[in-house]
């Protein structure tokens, strides 16, 4: 069975997190690669899940890759087991539905892992909350799928009228057909301005996900936003430059372009 970018590196059967710190690495990494899956990877994943074939899995490893599978036949397995059958359905739903019912098991499958680690190694109720709260502090797969968090990242439309003094402000790359992408870079400190103007800037913009990997908007990064589902976008994480975004007349994330072409 295919993979997305090759099976799960660093899962083999010695593989065992043991502590907070190490299982929610773990978290990550899994959850990473089922958000290539379903976002970057997306059609690549949709063309694996036939219905015609047997029960299938999506499986996501520490690698951050994903993996297109049958479950695995020891009884009890070694890990729980990610939703079974997902392929059955891919034909009977919209394309958004049934990506979102996919996201949705596989965000109860990460938690799944995830707390079966803490059970297996003795978590105390202080680790387990602990684990809980670093797990909380990411949108889930389904929020990123369904664009739940788009409402978040609207948010970033309205820091053109932030003063360009201000430390990590927004720098407009206009297009030709007047569609604006934001690119984030730092701005010189006056001397009077302090940690307060940070703090402001961070507390405005903090809540901005990235529509692939997830993760809040920081400083020194540039972003685009895609002119289709208007999510926002790390530019590394769809390998797109400031230099390549002037050029662009309007563009598409993967998961949007991918549509267009089966459609």
Same mark, same amino acid.
């Given at each position: 069975?295919? #993979? /997305? ?20 690495? !773990? ?22 899940? !036939?219905?015609?074939? =047997? ?18 036949? =020891? ?13 059955? #359905? ?7 539905? &049934? ?5 949705? +098991? ?7 892992? #995830?707390?079966?680690? /803490? ?17 909380? =502090? ?28 201000? %430390? ?14 934001? %690119? ?7 001397? *009077?301005?302090?940690?307060? *103007? *940070?703090?402001? !800037?961070?507390?405005?913009? /903090? ?7 997830? !993760?809040?908007?920081?400083?020194? =990064?540039? &972003? ?7 999510? &926002?976008? +790390? ?29």
């Amino acid at each position: 069975m295919e #993979a /997305g970018g090759g099976v799960g590196v660093g899962a083999g059967p010695n593989y065992n997190p043991r502590t907070v710190e190490e299982v929610f690495k !773990d978290f990550k990494g899994r959850r990473a690669g089922l958000i290539k899956a379903l976002t970057n990877d997306v059609e690549d994943f949709y063309r694996q899940c !036939d219905p015609e074939k =047997e029960n299938l899995c999506l499986y996501g490893f520490p690698s951050e890759q994903w993996e297109v599978n049958l479950p695995a036949e =020891e009884v009890p397995p070694e890990l729980p087991e990610p939703a079974l059958g997902i392929n059955f #359905a891919r034909d009977g739903m919209q394309e958004k539905d &049934w990506l979102s019912l996919v996201a949705v +098991h596989s965000d109860a499958w990460l938690l799944s892992v #995830a707390f079966y680690f /803490g059970a297996r190694f003795g978590f105390d109720k202080a680790d387990r909350k602990r684990l809980f709260n670093m797990i909380n =502090e990411f949108p889930t797969i389904f929020e990123i799928v369904s664009g739940s968090v788009k409402k978040q990242s609207k948010e970033k439309s309205s820091v053109s009228n932030h003063s360009s003094n201000k %430390s990590n402000t927004l720098v407009f790359v206009k297009q030709r057909d007047s569609q604006v992408k934001y %690119s984030r870079i730092a701005q010189p400190k006056d001397d *009077d301005e302090g940690l307060d *103007d *940070d703090e402001e !800037d961070d507390d405005e913009h /903090g809540d901005t996900l990235c529509g692939a990997c997830g !993760d809040n908007y920081a400083a020194d =990064e540039f &972003w685009i936003c895609c002119d289709i589902c208007e999510k &926002w976008f +790390h530019g590394k994480c769809v390998k797109i430059t400031p230099a390549r975004a002037e050029h662009i007349k309007q563009y598409k994330c993967p998961s949007c372009s991918n549509k267009r072409a089966r459609s």
